[in-house]
């Protein structure tokens, strides 16, 4: 270190000001959380190479070595937090099937015995054949405490948890269960093990009233209620047919209300943000480009670390590095992990048959 930033260093000691306060890079604002950088948070786990949301993909991704493993909370009707992210259990289950009459409804509409009825793996087999295994058949929604048992279950490798608050406005009151439930498993005992999220500043103020000392992020979209675009016709009207194309070229009315969202997060109190990505191939998960460098400047600007979602490719890992995110979402935790050069112990395959799969 120089003269003088070590000089820098005690005046800042000296004055008492934090090292958040002070702080303007990444590496610096993760430190002062507790959370892991560059953070590789395991999106729905390892759910390239298994059904997402699923026990097998969370143990891939916790045996991957991926700092989080990321989860969508909903609760069921008897009152269960529940790991699913659609809010209906079509595209990843067999509800159509089991319940034919109710195939249309929310989670919150069915008890845990009914979920654990359903067959939350067969369709990863039918939609990726190439990557199908007999014992994903048969597969069951996860419990929060499920996956806090998966993350726990190998003591070399305990990954933290990621969790999202799902259409929090359907679940009053689960900022709370969620801080019960993590209270008493003493998750919340270590700083950065837990981060929590939202789309939903009202859920994400809650979750910082429940659990004031957990880090907390908000996630940004661009669109109505969100981040507001430049003036515009939506995808709809016009008439184009390629949605990732359309989404990546709409950019925020202007920086002041990129900004605006920015001091959303702050005020709920958020200590970072997860913005979308868009992808150099398209595809479904490839949106508006909201982790441009100048919009990462101005979030470390205000103290606020940067995780971009969701992000799988070689090519993309890299551009949203160069533009200065923090961490990223990923549905290859394995291909993330060797792109920042962190070794994983055996291939995907090996370790899902290792682990019975």
Do not use: C
């Not at 994903?136 to 070399?156: Q, R």
């Amino acid at each position: 270190m120089s003269f003088k930033g070590i000089f820098l260093g005690l005046g800042i000691a000296l004055l008492g000001l934090s090292a958040p306060v002070m702080a303007r890079d990444g590496a610096a604002l993760a430190k002062a959380q507790g959370i892991a950088y560059p953070a590789v948070i395991a999106h729905r786990g390892a759910s390239f190479d298994a059904p997402e949301s699923t026990a097998p993909a969370y143990e891939l991704a916790r045996d991957l070595g991926a700092d989080y493993l990321e989860l969508d909370l909903q609760r069921t009707r008897d009152g269960v937090l529940v790991v699913v992210h659609d809010n209906d259990l079509h595209r990843t289950s067999d509800v159509a099937e089991r319940f034919p009459e109710r195939k249309d409804s929310p989670v919150s509409a069915f008890t845990l015995a009914e979920l654990k009825s359903l067959d939350a793996g067969s369709w990863f087999n039918q939609a990726y054949p190439e990557r199908a295994r007999a014992a994903f058949a048969g597969l069951k929604v996860l419990t929060l405490e499920e996956v806090m048992d998966i993350a726990e279950a190998n003591p070399a490798l305990r990954p933290g948890l990621y969790i999202e608050t799902k259409v929090p406005n359907l679940f009053p009151g689960i900022e709370q269960d969620l801080q019960r439930a993590l209270q008493a498993r003493g998750w919340l005992d270590v700083p950065g093990r837990v981060v929590l999220q939202s789309f939903d500043r009202d859920s994400l103020a809650l979750l910082h009233t429940a659990m004031p000392q957990v880090p907390k992020v908000l996630l940004l979209w661009l669109g109505k209620g969100h981040i507001e675009p430049m003036p515009g016709p939506t995808f709809a009207e016009s008439g184009e047919r390629d949605k990732a194309a359309f989404l990546a070229r709409q950019q925020p009315r202007d920086r002041a209300e990129f900004e605006r969202w920015l001091d959303h997060a702050k005020a709920a109190g958020a200590v970072g943000v997860g913005p979308s990505a868009a992808l150099a191939a398209g595809g479904e998960q490839s949106y508006a480009d909201l982790v441009q460098p100048w919009m990462n400047r101005m979030a470390h600007d205000k103290g606020l670390l940067v995780h971009a979602y969701t992000v799988d490719e070689a090519v993309d890992f890299q551009r949203v590095s160069d533009a200065g995110v923090d961490g990223i979402f990923t549905n290859r935790t394995g291909a993330l992990l060797r792109f920042y050069g962190r070794g994983v112990p055996q291939d995907e395959a090996i370790l899902l048959k290792s682990g019975g799969y």
